[in-house]
């Protein structure tokens, strides 16, 4: 593979249009050390399907909280078997016990923030900082924020390039591949979860309701904080 050296905005410019394939296949022959972080959303799911079945050699890893919903687990064994591929789990430095004993017990209910910088955020931007870019799964229409978001940009939280290669599909676009392409999906998404996370901080939501309405439901919080650039302070995730 080739060296982390590209122009990004050009490469922003010239991949707007390109199929999320295309993007993936361009991200694995110009960035050396790339991974994709997958939270095993709809979305995430495309993306680990379209890597698969092109035998693209990223590396893969998923956030591991320790509280993940049982029906989440159970879709991360269905991907690997399916596709014979690794998704490597990352853990916070605490296990929920230890975390509980040093900040007390459910942090999540006291402080969703500091339970999503302890569990998330910190393990994330370790092992990020293994690679030269990573690959999410947001799309431009999950939230204001996010419609700024470009094809490849500067990930100025964690200093390192970002490639979105879903940006620009639409939530049916996402659904159209997972059926034409029998992608596993979380069951959860049947049962009222659009937006799935933590399963102390996640809850079914209504029909018609914002897809994210049911994370953190009650608090102030909307974002777990891993996608937030310094700079534009947009966030994603
Ligand atoms: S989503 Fe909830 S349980 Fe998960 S890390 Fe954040 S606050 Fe903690």
């Given at each position: 593979m080739a060296d982390t050296v590209i122009d990004v905005p050009t490469a922003a410019q010239a991949?707007?249009?390109s199929s999320p394939a295309e993007i993936l296949g361009w991200a694995s022959r110009y960035l050396s050390k790339l991974t994709f972080a997958t939270g095993f959303g709809a979305e995430g799911c495309v993306i680990i399907d379209l890597i698969a079945r092109n035998h693209l050699p990223i590396d893969l890893f998923t956030l591991d909280t320790g509280v993940l919903f049982p029906e989440t687990?159970?879709?991360?064994e269905r991907l690997q078997n399916k596709y014979r591929i690794e998704i490597r789990a990352v853990r916070p430095a605490q296990t929920i016990p230890e975390q509980a004993?040093?900040?007390g017990a459910t942090l999540w209910d006291r402080e969703p923030d500091r339970c999503c910088e302890l569990r998330k955020v910190l393990p994330l931007r370790h092992e990020l900082a293994k690679f030269d870019a990573w690959i999410t799964a947001i799309r431009r229409d999950q939230?204001?924020?996010r419609a700024y978001a470009r094809v490849v940009e500067h990930d100025t939280k964690f200093q390192l390039v970002k490639v979105n290669p879903l940006v620009t599909w639409s939530h049916d676009?996402?659904?159209a591949h997972i059926y034409a392409n029998d992608v596993p999906y979380n069951v959860l998404h049947e049962r009222g979860f659009p937006s799935i996370g933590c399963q102390p901080c996640t809850v079914a939501v209504a029909r018609g309701e914002d897809p994210r309405s049911g994370r953190w439901r009650g608090k102030a919080k909307t974002e777990c904080g891993l996608h937030v650039n310094e700079d534009k302070k947009t966030d994603a995730a």
């Amino acid at each position: 593979m080739a060296d982390t050296v590209i122009d990004v905005p050009t490469a922003a410019q010239a991949l707007e249009t390109s199929s999320p394939a295309e993007i993936l296949g361009w991200a694995s022959r110009y960035l050396s050390k790339l991974t994709f972080a997958t939270g095993f959303g709809a979305e995430g799911c495309v993306i680990i399907d379209l890597i698969a079945r092109n035998h693209l050699p990223i590396d893969l890893f998923t956030l591991d909280t320790g509280v993940l919903f049982p029906e989440t687990y159970a879709l991360w064994e269905r991907l690997q078997n399916k596709y014979r591929i690794e998704i490597r789990a990352v853990r916070p430095a605490q296990t929920i016990p230890e975390q509980a004993l040093v900040h007390g017990a459910t942090l999540w209910d006291r402080e969703p923030d500091r339970c999503c910088e302890l569990r998330k955020v910190l393990p994330l931007r370790h092992e990020l900082a293994k690679f030269d870019a990573w690959i999410t799964a947001i799309r431009r229409d999950q939230t204001a924020q996010r419609a700024y978001a470009r094809v490849v940009e500067h990930d100025t939280k964690f200093q390192l390039v970002k490639v979105n290669p879903l940006v620009t599909w639409s939530h049916d676009d996402v659904w159209a591949h997972i059926y034409a392409n029998d992608v596993p999906y979380n069951v959860l998404h049947e049962r009222g979860f659009p937006s799935i996370g933590c399963q102390p901080c996640t809850v079914a939501v209504a029909r018609g309701e914002d897809p994210r309405s049911g994370r953190w439901r009650g608090k102030a919080k909307t974002e777990c904080g891993l996608h937030v650039n310094e700079d534009k302070k947009t966030d994603a995730a």
